[in-house]
């Protein structure tokens, strides 16, 4: 592990497994835009593209790189994420591995993705895992969906969680991945997007988006029921129609291995 401040312990890594099922449906997927990004800053379609997707957990970032027409290789350690992304992308090839020692061979892939999961690594060994599984030419994406904290609502939740629970946010290098992969590979050419997106749901959907995150998940059921209904009663109060808009913004990141 990392001496990184703010990398993930084994602790919250593993911790997504015990609500995976929970993870595929209530977690957001990522827009359009985001995909039409990645392919610009790694200068080259999807379609077609050999695709190494690490930490795919169940396979919210790798759909839609299939439906461009990627061939999309998913590389997950845990085994609860795992049996949810070989139940809803059976055709996909499914490898138990992370993102510090891949099993893969030299120049096999044109895109190497991590969809917020590149802080559960050691960067010191991930980035030349990806650096030699990529062909020359090749890609490293790395992206997170981020709360958008301008929003008042959203902003306040940030306030009050952050207060309540161990490790909130821990690990959130979205903003200084660019410089991270600068320092450990200055062949690496790398650069930065940010894409805002939202989304309308029910207040329960969001509620449940909000108990599958590490911070939550290593609480146990409990204790995790108890902070969420706090935020229930609160939420019911300021949104009595009992919808909310959540509001991102994908910090993304693009290094191009010279090629
Ligand atoms: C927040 S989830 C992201 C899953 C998926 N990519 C998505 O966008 O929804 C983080 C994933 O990283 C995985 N993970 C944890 N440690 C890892 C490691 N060292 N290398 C690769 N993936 C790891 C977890 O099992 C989990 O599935």
Redesign the pocket.
Known sequence: MSTHPGF?SREF??S??SVAAE?ATA?PD?PATLYDAIEELADRPLAGARVL??????????RPMLRRGATVTA????PG?AGQLRARLPAVRLVRA???ALPFTAGAFDLVT????FH???PTR?VPEARRVLRPGGALALWWNVPDRTVPWQRDQERRLRARLTGYHRGDISAEAPGILADLDPALTTHYREVGWSRDLPLAAHLANLATH?FFAVLGPEASRAVIDDERALLEREFPEGEVTESYTVRLTVARVRG
Do not use: H, I
């Not at 590389?75 to 845990?78: T, Y």
């Not at 991590?114 to 999961?117: H, M, R, V």
């Open positions: 993930g890594a593993t997504f497994n993870y977690r990522y997707d690490v930490g795919a957990g169940t396979g919210l970032g790798t590389a997950e350690p845990g994420m992370d993102g510090n991590y969809a917020q999961a559960w690594t050691d991930a590490s």
